[in-house]
């Protein structure tokens, strides 16, 4: 059977990722999600086994030190964000393509083993400014929170040279629609 590809979503947090991911996936069926591990706590409705794989510390270092990521990244001081290697190698085995939603490190990495069966999609807010107002309007970080994930943004953008494509999500149906059309693409190619 033919293997699936994989496609990497990284963006600034408050960039509309996750509902870009949302209205792709509903669009292309062949499409599955590959459950992270992380270090950090599960939030709110969170399911271990869906939303991540939650680990103590010292669960994640034990996977580390057994080689079982393909990748992992201290995301945040001392949390710990990894991709399984089962997880992916077993989905790509059944022919089915996968997303990836971690960070521009963690994509570099995907890049480097899987070449062109991967494409590494970079989600761009607008400017700086915008991304500030939606932080402030979403209205779940104090201030001090949402300048530090803007200093994040700021270092973050420098990586997006570094994707295959960019995607400005300025107005979010024409991102949805530029998403839909480079992944269809991307899917469609041998
Ligand atoms: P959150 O804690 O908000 O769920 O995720 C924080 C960040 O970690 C996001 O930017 C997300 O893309 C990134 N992330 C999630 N899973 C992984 C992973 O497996 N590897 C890497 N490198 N980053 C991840």
Redesign the pocket.
Known sequence: MKKGKIVV?????GSG?STLITALRKRIQNLHF?V???S?AP?GEEVDGV??FFLSPDEFRKKIAAGE?L???E??PD?Y????KEQVEKQLDKGQNVV????V???L?VKKIYGKQALLLFIQPPSIEVLRERLIKRGTDTPEVIESRIDKAAYELSFAKQFDKTVINDVLEIAKEETFIIVKAFLTIE
């Open positions: 979503f990284s963006a600034p947090s990722k590959s992270s591990a992380t950090r939030r939303d991540y990521f990748e992992y990244e995301v945040y949390k964000y990894g991709t399984l990836l939603d971690i960070d490190k963690g994509a990495s």
